[in-house]
């Protein structure tokens, strides 16, 4: 619906969250702007990536965004596991036989029956045994008062057990604020939502261009991107791609899969999000390596030589 697009594009501008072009080039200072969405075509040009993961970490501001390179660097592994598992026992089970082949695990806590805070502890019990940072994919998108509170907050408190979370850039910069209060304390990181792996969705053109420019106000924070392709030249800025199968399709809910060598290769993302294709898979550990395997080879492939 274009007047809807229009409608939403117009009240982010009103609201300072997009910023017009004109104003980005009369601020941007001389020379390479690594806060700069790459362009689509460019990045099509280029189709090797220019630093390893491993001199990428020396580069970040943010801890958790720096621990993560170093552990995909030691582990052979740009793998992150997607736990949509809603039964407690289940997603202990399943966590500790793929934890080997996995930087990171990523959770929807709210959707785990019976939650507390011992399954928050065994995770991370299990984080250090197979050295591995946690994820909650909380998504958060409101103001800055509000995700205090649920990111401190409540039940499920993510700040005291989570490494990373996400948020969507919509409200505005008072969003990061508000979670960087308890986070940047903590040594906790943000991934912004800047593109999404569903049909249709509206993360695209000048919002994905705002989510860029707000990480880069926030480097010691902000620590990358939720995105279906490398966006910035920024090395400290991680760029994560879910839906990630062996084989391209669709799910019939929207959701558009990509192989990974298409995300890691042809996009020049970092990370591979997988969920279905290892938890539903009759050997979930056995699926996670193939997983790990076919990224770290993509990886390789698309190192400057």
Same mark, same amino acid.
């Given at each position: 619906?274009?007047?809807?697009?229009?409608?939403?594009?117009?009240?982010?501008?009103?609201?300072?969250?997009?910023?017009?072009?004109?104003?980005?080039?009369?601020?941007?200072?001389?020379?390479?702007?690594?806060?700069?969405?790459?362009?689509?075509?460019?990045?099509?040009?280029?189709?090797?990536?220019?630093?390893?993961?491993?001199?990428?970490?020396?580069?970040?501001?943010?801890?958790?965004?720096?621990?993560?390179?170093?552990?995909?660097?030691?582990?052979?592994?740009?793998?992150?596991?997607?736990?949509?598992?809603?039964?407690?026992? &289940?997603?202990? =089970?399943?966590? !500790?036989? @793929?934890?080997? $082949?996995?930087?990171?695990?990523?959770?929807?806590? #709210?959707? /785990?029956?019976?939650?507390?805070?011992?399954?928050?502890?065994?995770?991370?019990?299990?984080?250090?045994?197979?050295?591995?940072?946690?994820?909650?994919?909380?998504?958060?998108?409101?103001?800055?008062?509000?995700?205090?509170?649920?990111?401190?907050?409540?039940?499920? &408190?993510?700040? =005291?057990?989570? !490494?990373? @979370?996400?948020? $969507?850039?919509?409200?505005?910069?008072?969003?990061? #604020?508000? /979670?960087?209060?308890?986070?940047?304390?903590?040594?906790?990181?943000?991934?912004?939502?800047?593109?999404?792996?569903?049909?249709?969705?509206?993360?695209?053109?000048?919002?994905?261009?705002?989510?860029?420019?707000?990480?880069?106000?926030?480097?010691?924070?902000?620590?990358?991107?939720?995105?279906?392709?490398?966006?910035?030249?920024?090395?400290?800025?991680?760029?994560?791609?879910?839906?990630?199968? /062996?084989?391209?399709?669709?799910?019939?809910?929207?959701?558009?899969?990509?192989?990974?060598?298409?995300?890691?290769?042809?996009?020049?993302?970092?990370?591979?999000?997988?969920?279905?294709?290892?938890?539903?898979?009759?050997?979930?550990?056995?699926?996670?390596?193939?997983?790990?395997?076919?990224?770290?080879?993509?990886?390789?492939?698309?190192?400057?030589?």
């Amino acid at each position: 619906d274009v007047p809807l697009v229009a409608k939403v594009v117009s009240f982010l501008q009103s609201n300072q969250v997009i910023v017009k072009a004109e104003e980005e080039k009369k601020n941007n200072k001389k020379g390479k702007d690594d806060s700069a969405v790459v362009p689509q075509k460019q990045q099509q040009k280029v189709t090797r990536r220019s630093k390893t993961y491993v001199a990428r970490s020396s580069l970040c501001k943010n801890p958790a965004a720096k621990k993560l390179l170093q552990i995909m660097a030691e582990k052979k592994t740009n793998l992150c596991f997607s736990a949509d598992i809603t039964d407690k026992k &289940r997603l202990i =089970e399943v966590v !500790d036989l @793929v934890g080997p $082949h996995i930087c990171m695990l990523k959770t929807h806590i #709210d959707t /785990l029956e019976g939650f507390d805070m011992e399954v928050a502890k065994q995770l991370r019990e299990l984080a250090k045994k197979h050295n591995f940072i946690i994820f909650e994919d909380r998504k958060y998108a409101d103001i800055g008062n509000t995700v205090v509170l649920q990111y401190s907050k409540g039940m499920y &408190r993510p700040v =005291e057990w989570a !490494d990373i @979370v996400n948020c $969507h850039p919509l409200p505005g910069p008072g969003i990061v #604020d508000g /979670l960087m209060k308890n986070g940047g304390p903590a040594g906790r990181g943000l991934v912004l939502i800047a593109e999404m792996s569903s049909k249709g969705n509206l993360a695209t053109g000048p919002y994905t261009e705002a989510s860029v420019k707000m990480a880069s106000d926030y480097p010691e924070f902000v620590m990358g991107f939720i995105s279906m392709r490398k966006l910035t030249d920024n090395p400290g800025m991680i760029h994560m791609t879910p839906g990630v199968k /062996l084989v391209s399709g669709t799910d019939g809910l929207g959701q558009q899969y990509k192989t990974p060598h298409s995300v890691l290769v042809d996009k020049l993302s970092d990370v591979i999000i997988v969920g279905r294709g290892i938890y539903k898979a009759e050997d979930p550990a056995k699926e996670a390596k193939k997983y790990r395997e076919a990224g770290w080879d993509a990886y390789q492939k698309s190192l400057s030589s």
